[in-house]
């Protein structure tokens, strides 16, 4: 086991201060172009423009991405299915508030 | 090393068909899915099912452990027999990639499989890597530098995956909060060719806190006040995250009331509210005098706290 040391690292908070295309978006989850493009036309990710080439998603975006993601591949849902379980477990929150 | 009885983890016989095991393996992942469940345990339950999914429904995996697995028990101490795995040929990888939390057990049975996809591009840009990281709320609430240090597996010159530690000194800004994600460019895998360096992105959650509990921005804390305070009113002094401050308790003041102090949640351009929760104490009469106090009490008002409740005989 090596250890490596570097200086003190500044980052960004992705929710409040970033916006990513839809390559960056992918990248960071390592999610394919075309889940996320079925994921917006399903409303699951709501991103600014008007095509995917221009489309800037928040940060918000990576959270809910991630979560769409594993959804998908753990319980084998469909798109349809991944939205409406996300759509139910944003209400269950917002009545437990 | 412990042996893990798949089998058990999944709630099937030993001679359960694909079909039974699947059935079983769907029911408890919706279960434990830790974005579904809030059981304190869902995310270590969910990986346990995964693994003990990810060995039986595949028929090689599912042979060779039910060979090495034939005699022992759950929980028992187990060293895989020498070249127990000789006879069996494992097609590919097939593994979820992301699947990177494998026990110790599985790892000793089937290896440890490298992450992630491969770049097909000959200059591409480096992987980006997810962590997750534990803060004290009064990071949060004043920015911190920070040392973390991170498990990451690598690979050494010979191609094996081996787990390399790193340790990170990190400046966790004023106003983020748990669930939200930090940014760090080029501190991801190592870029292919001339591509940059992937990113990192840290999940922040927070360390877990006797005197205050968190949502989203805003922090409760119970606050204990005297039934005097409680009754009359009184200005107390407040330990809060940003510091004391003089809180008014309003007069009649009953247990579990809210008093919002406006602002100071966690700090961000939209700050969070500070709650604090009125818990009324009472002290004990152990002297003659305290006691007296009580009775003079009870002789001074006309008070039944059970006048509503209809007590059967």
């Known amino acids: 086991m090596s250890i490596t040391n570097i200086q003190i690292l500044e980052g960004s908070i992705v929710e409040n201060e970033i916006h990513m295309t839809i390559t960056e978006l992918c990248h960071a989850t390592n999610a394919a172009e075309e889940h996320v493009i079925a994921w917006v036309y399903e409303g699951i990710l709501n991103p600014t423009g008007h095509s995917p080439d221009d489309w800037r998603f928040s940060g ?7 979560q769409a993601l594993r959804l ?8 349809p299915g991944v939205a409406m379980v996300l759509e139910l477990l944003d209400e269950i929150a917002r009545l437990q508030k | 090393m412990k042996f893990k009885d798949y089998y058990e983890a999944l709630g099937v016989a030993r001679t359960a068909t694909d079909d039974e095991i699947k059935v079983a393996y769907r029911k408890l992942a919706r279960k434990y899915h830790p974005d579904v469940s809030k059981l304190a345990d869902a995310e270590d339950r969910f990986k346990e099912i995964g693994e003990a999914y990810a060995v039986l429904k595949d028929p090689e995996k599912r042979a060779a452990y039910d060979q090495v697995g034939s005699q022992a028990k759950h929980g028992q101490d187990f060293t895989p027999p020498p070249n127990w795995d000789a006879g069996f040929e494992f097609s590919g990888s097939g593994f979820d990639p992301n699947s990177a939390d494998q026990s110790e057990f599985f790892e000793a049975l089937f290896g440890r499989h490298a992450r992630g996809r491969q770049n097909q591009n000959m200059n591409a840009k480096g992987q980006d890597h997810h962590a997750k990281v534990m803060i004290d709320l009064s990071d949060a609430y004043h920015g911190a530098k920070r040392s973390i240090s991170l498990q990451m597996p690598s690979h050494d010159v010979q191609g094996r995956v081996v787990m390399q530690e790193r340790k990170l000194d990190i400046a966790i800004p004023k106003g983020i909060h748990a669930g939200q994600h930090l940014r760090l ?6 870029g292919v060719g001339t591509g940059p360096a992937g990113d990192l992105y840290l999940e922040i959650s927070f360390k877990p806190n006797a005197s205050f509990r968190i949502e989203g921005r805003d922090v409760y804390m119970d606050l204990p006040i005297t039934p005097w305070e409680a009754a009359l009113g009184a200005t107390v002094n407040v330990p809060t995250p940003s510091g004391s401050v003089e809180l008014k308790i309003p007069q009649g003041s009953n247990s579990g009331r809210k008093l919002r102090l406006k602002g100071r949640g966690i700090p961000g351009l939209t700050p969070g509210d500070l709650y604090v929760v009125t818990t009324i104490t009472i002290p004990p009469a152990e002297s003659e005098q305290e006691k007296e106090a009580y009775r003079a009490m ?3 008002f006309d008070f039944n706290p059970r006048a509503n409740m209809k007590v059967s005989s």
């Open chain 1, 60 to 66: 918000d975006s990576l959270q809910r991405a991630l």
């Open chain 1, 72 to 79: 998908s591949r753990d319980l084998e849902i469909n798109t």
């Open chain 2, 185 to 190: 460019r080029g501190q991801g895998g190592p």
């Open chain 2, 298 to 300: 009870a002789k001074a």
